[in-house]
């Protein structure tokens, strides 16, 4: 009886330290109860991420570290130095032996990590994914949104721009990007349905992550048909790429660009003119519901995990699973759409 | 060196060049485009910083070495820099090129000093001095990148200046960039110094053996710290250029560019047992390769057989060397 009464009253005081805390998550309307906890539990977990020190796992490492401040577990977030596939393995071998009770992760190689992620569950740790929906080794994987309706918003947008005729041509990290490759095929889609006068002027360009590479193919593609005037952009690095070719060729206006992108990279672009609409979705919120889901599992709420949960985070609010054979794949609807009107309010 | 051979139309340079010729004619008969003064200016511009990094690693690769750590040494001294410029809000044109230019020349030193000092193998040597050099750099400095709402003004300023601009059919402009009268230049300070001085000689000489070099009165410690110096200096300054050109520093730039501009090198018809090679050739065979990656797209290559091609055509044009090569020994 007193562990029934102490629970509610503990949620309640990290609700009211929740909304107190500064942190880059919106926490007012959190699901506290899914993630309450006896007095004196204490979770170590780790989240795992591709490669540590770029604006976007910053981003997330503020989510993780707002998670700890407000629950008072122990959370933190590690990755390689170099987007390397061994060396995230690696890491996980250590969590592993160091006895994390939890391991959210965000795989550079889904393929790569299945065998370290069923050991570590062998062991009795939860594990978590995110950005990784053909994963088998986990206990959930929640991903931002669907990957095809993602894609179809980016070709929205880029469409109403065009006014729905002329040439675009689509970038992709590597033709190997599962995610990426599945939001060119949500665009492509939409756009074969909605906008029948445009046409995808040519193979999706692969541009390894680099903006220097966006730019140098996307250059390229305009010479080799000078008539394209659309890009629909997959990887985070080709909204810079496709701002300097637009800015160096004085092309605003002319050509449009929808794709994935942040206000730290492209925000310079966005005031310009060369860019109109970068989408993203919030690695802090993504970080944040990994680690809620994290607790839950360990809570033993594996019933209340499923589709149709209320995370109670932006984008989080009605989990999906649209996978039946794989009711442990939850997806939100966490993308954010950013205009020259709204950069501002976003600083990373 | 044309010097061996009696008909200049027998010269390696000569013979890359006719390569390089007939891939720009069937390129350019796959697709016209090819031949716009847009494409052609672009081509150009992406020779500049691989060019200067090729001019280094040629001085090595005489000298019978080779340097895998010119990426790291371009990434360090680009990112300190641009770091250093953001952290203190300092802008300037000529002390960060400068500065760039003496971070990438120590490092190059460190290799000169294992190479010759503990006579270790270059390779060997360089892989560990481009790991130190990427590992302190990402650890000690950081892995952020600095996007263009940070980058430094006037490094802008150097990327965009053109010698000429011109506009095209769409109302856009395009221009030749000015950093190609860099690389010109520079091209031009390595030649003559290799063509013209005692350093210079000593490098091919040390290259062709080093036994016999330091018999002929050769101190061959100079000639190695001139190389790896050189080439660390080159290295330093090709990646602030870099920077300054795309508008951001990335401090994980420069992955997997020693092949290419190993291969570049190679493909110019430096031997890679050291003692040959030459300015013109590698400035040719960086052009091939540049524009062999250039021109995938634009000839229709399906983005699955890009990597197929390049492979293929490299291996085929350092084929065509390697049977100049055995002829020539014949």
């Known amino acids: 009886m007193k562990n029934f009464m102490s629970v509610p009253l503990l949620g309640v005081m990290a609700f009211g330290s929740a909304a107190l805390a500064e942190g880059p998550v919106d926490v007012s309307n959190v699901n506290s109860e899914l993630i309450e906890t006896a007095e004196d539990t204490e979770y170590t977990i780790a989240t795992v991420v591709k490669v540590d020190g770029i604006a976007w796992f910053d981003r997330m490492r503020e989510g993780v570290e707002q998670f700890a401040e407000d629950t008072g577990h122990d959370t933190y977030m590690v990755g390689p130095s170099q987007a390397d596939a061994a060396a995230q393995v690696q890491m996980i071998e250590n969590l592993i032996a160091q006895g994390v009770d939890a391991i959210t992760v965000v795989p550079f190689s889904v393929e790569a990590v299945e065998p370290v992620l069923k050991k570590a569950r062998d062991q009795g740790i939860v594990v978590i994914s995110h950005e990784a929906s053909n994963i088998q080794n986990a206990d959930y994987d929640i991903e931002a949104f669907d990957n095809f309706a993602y894609g179809q918003n980016l070709m929205k947008v880029l469409g109403e721009a065009m006014g729905g005729e002329g040439k675009y041509v689509a970038t992709v990290g590597s033709l190997t990007s599962k995610s990426q490759m599945e939001w060119i095929d949500g665009a492509v889609a939409y756009q074969e349905e909605n906008f029948p006068d445009m046409t995808l002027a040519m193979d999706r360009l692969e541009t390894y992550d680099d903006a220097n590479q966006d730019y140098t193919k996307l250059k390229e593609a305009f010479t080799a048909q000078s008539d394209i005037t659309g890009i629909v952009g997959g990887p985070m690095p080709t909204s810079a790429g496709a701002g300097r070719m637009i800015t160096e060729s004085g092309l605003e206006g002319q050509v449009h660009f929808a794709g994935t992108g942040l206000v730290s990279v492209a925000g310079e672009y966005l005031e310009n003119g060369a860019v109109e609409y970068i989408q993203f979705w919030d690695p802090a919120v993504a970080g944040y519901a990994m680690n809620m889901l994290a607790v839950a599992a360990l809570e033993g709420r594996q019933d209340q995990i499923q589709a149709g949960l209320n995370l109670g985070l932006e984008g989080y609010e009605d989990l999906t699973a649209p996978d039946e054979s794989a009711p442990h794949k939850l997806y939100g609807a966490g993308w954010v759409g950013v205009t020259s009107e709204n950069m501002g309010e976003y600083d990373f | ?221 100079r000639t190695l710290i001139f190389a790896y110096v050189t080439a660390g200096a080159l290295a330093g300054f090709a990646g602030l250029l870099h920077s300054s050109m795309i508008w951001m520093a990335n401090p994980r730039d420069f992955v997997g560019w020693e092949l290419d501009v190993i291969a570049a090198v190679v493909l110019g018809g430096a031997s890679i047992f050291g003692g040959r090679g030459s300015v013109l050739g590698t400035m040719l065979g960086v052009f091939i390769l540049v524009m062999i990656k250039n021109s995938l797209i634009l000839m229709g290559i399906d983005t699955t057989w890009q990597r197929v091609v390049v492979g293929l055509m490299l291996i085929a044009a350092v084929a065509l060397t390697a049977l100049r090569d055995r002829k020539a020994i014949v």
């Open chain 2, 1 to 221: 060196m044309s010097q061996r051979n009696p008909a200049w139309w027998k010269s390696t340079e000569a013979m890359v060049a006719g390569i390089l010729l007939i891939a720009m004619v069937l390129i350019g008969l796959v697709n016209p485009a090819f031949w716009s003064l847009d494409n052609l200016f672009s081509l150009a511009r992406s020779n500049v910083v691989i060019g200067i990094m090729a001019l280094g690693v040629l001085l090595i690769m005489i000298s019978g070495g080779i340097d895998v750590s010119f990426p790291a040494f371009a990434v360090a001294a680009m990112y300190l820099v641009v770091r250093a410029m953001v952290d203190y809000e300092l802008e300037g044109i000529v002390w960060p090129f400068l500065a760039a230019t003496l971070i990438g020349a120590a490092l190059g030193l460190v290799n000169a000093g294992l190479v010759h000092k503990l006579n270790m193998i270059p390779l060997i040597v360089t892989l560990g001095t481009a790991a130190m050099a990427r590992g302190l750099l990402n650890g000690v400095v950081g892995t952020s990148n600095v996007n263009i709402n940070k980058f430094p003004d006037s490094l802008i300023e150097v990327g965009k200046a053109d010698l000429v601009t011109l506009t095209n059919a769409k109302g856009g402009t395009f221009g030749l960039t000015a950093t190609v009268l860099v690389y010109l230049g520079l091209a031009l300070m390595v030649h003559l110094v290799l063509s013209r001085t005692m350093i210079g000689r000593s490098v091919y000489a040390y290259g062709a053996s080093p036994e016999a070099a330091k018999r002929v009165g050769f101190r061959t410690g």
